[in-house]
């Protein structure tokens, strides 16, 4: 509660009414609180004090709301924006998100609604903050999200960065497996070491043994000098098992005994190699499963199952999509152009599901900038419209399933649609609020505060 009551809040409002009755509301959380009536207003107070978090009206006659989360997005970039507005439209919606606003908030609205969203933001903002400054670092630059689950994948990175153990990191193909293991590196005292990663599925066995543990000259046909191996090279560092589900068994228990005794035996030797790593693993199946099945090592497994980061996929977290476009957009605009994207484009790309995942959607920004003559990226600059625009929900009649099971699937697939926003999602399926919490604990999708 006491990190609660430092909170430095701004209201902006041109409706004194309004202002008041957010600011008497607001009052009773015990943040401190700071009331200015236009955007201008807001900008010269702005330019005098720090805000944990601002809320503005978007339509104001001097200077609208996106002008006042422009200049704090640049000047005070760690703090919160929610916009809100009573000329609710996906339009304004999709701009005030893409120009780094945390949400939206249409009038009228319920003080209850208002009141969670601000904590949910400055709780979640703080939870961050917390774990970046206990593990010493600062945000990861290559990692983007603020979805809950993503906020709870770098408390666990922040947790356990500087930990000798093993991580295994699961989750769908192009999902970021591999950013998450960069980064558990990037945050640890091995950062000045060598990061070293390899794809178990891309190499045959004997190729993949010669790749982690090196070979001695002679060893095989083609090994015309000695060579060290990954696990040799990344002395002090991390070693990187991308999809470590597709080595055989007889990889496995090598594995298994530098996992154990930290020494590895080159290809073609007989003599013990002590070495000094950090193991991080990936898989994109069930290792449990595997390995209950005999289609994976149960002790290699176990010792990998130390520490586990799920990684959700794309199309469950869609409250990073905005900030995700917005990455690879200015990743890949070249120097001499800003490239943009239309608000009809940007929610083509709201709306698909994102089976390719995170990689999915770098190579369709990638391809959209390479392609648009112009400075905008619209829909048939996309290579998903189609896909997009015909893609089927989360209802599948090919298969036979209950009345019950059917309204579950059609409550959670809307309720991803709205980025789990309740409101919303209430408003969409023709029920009040109070029967989409029953129905949201019923089905375990998620339970009511």
Not at 62 to 70: E, R
């Amino acid at each position: 509660m006491e990190r609660l009551m430092k909170n430095n809040l701004l209201v902006v409002d041109d409706d004194p009414v309004i202002a008041d009755m957010i600011s008497q509301t607001l009052q009773k959380e015990n943040y401190h609180l700071s009331i200015v009536h236009s955007g201008r207003e807001a900008i010269d107070i702005g330019r005098k004090q720090k805000f944990d978090l601002i809320l503005t009206d978007l339509r104001m006659p001097d200077m609208d709301g996106l002008d006042v989360l422009g200049f704090f997005r640049k000047e005070q970039p760690d703090s919160i924006v929610i916009l809100m507005t009573a000329f609710g439209s996906s339009s304004s919606a999709i701009e005030s998100i893409q120009r780094g606003a945390y949400d939206y908030i249409s009038k009228p609205f319920k003080i209850d609604d208002l009141r969670n969203m601000i904590r949910k933001a400055l709780s979640a903002r703080a939870i961050k903050k917390a774990y970046f400054e206990e593990a010493g670092v600062e945000e990861f630059e290559t990692i983007v999200g603020r979805s809950h689950s993503m906020i709870e994948i770098f408390k666990v990175i922040g947790r356990v960065a500087d930990s000798d153990a093993p991580v295994l990191i699961v989750g769908e193909t192009g999902s970021g497996k591999e950013l998450i293991a960069r980064a558990l590196h990037d945050k640890s005292s091995r950062v000045k070491q060598a990061f070293l990663a390899v794809n178990c599925s891309a190499f045959p066995e004997t190729l993949l043994e010669s790749e982690l543990f090196g070979h001695e000259k002679g060893a095989f046909t083609g090994a015309t000098g000695a060579r060290p191996g990954i696990f040799e090279a990344a002395e002090n560092g991390t070693v990187f098992l991308d999809e470590i589900s597709e080595t055989l068994p007889s990889m496995q228990s090598k594995l298994l005994r530098v996992l154990q005794n930290r020494e590895i035996k080159r290809v073609g030797s007989n003599q013990i190699i002590s070495v000094n790593v950090r193991i991080v693993a990936s898989s994109n199946k069930d290792l449990k499963q595997l390995a209950e099945k005999g289609e994976f090592r149960q002790d290699l497994y176990y010792r990998l199952n130390a520490i586990t980061i799920s990684v959700p996929p794309l199309r469950e977290r869609r409250e990073d999509l905005p900030d995700l476009i917005l990455y690879f957009l200015k990743k890949f605009s070249p120097p001499d152009r800003k490239i943009s994207i239309s608000q009809d484009a940007f929610q083509v790309l709201l709306d698909y599901d994102w089976p390719g995942n995170i990689r999915e959607l770098e190579h369709i920004i990638q391809g959209a900038v390479a392609i648009t003559p112009l400075d905008t990226i619209l829909p048939e600059h996309l290579n998903i419209v189609e896909k997009a625009l015909c893609s089927p929900t989360a209802m599948d009649f090919s298969e036979q399933i209950s009345l019950e099971e059917l309204e579950k699937r059609y409550i959670h697939y809307i309720y991803l649609k709205t980025s789990r926003n309740k409101v919303k999602t209430a408003e969409i399926l023709g029920i009040d609020r109070k029967t989409l919490y029953t129905k949201l604990a019923k089905y375990g999708i998620e339970v009511p505060e």
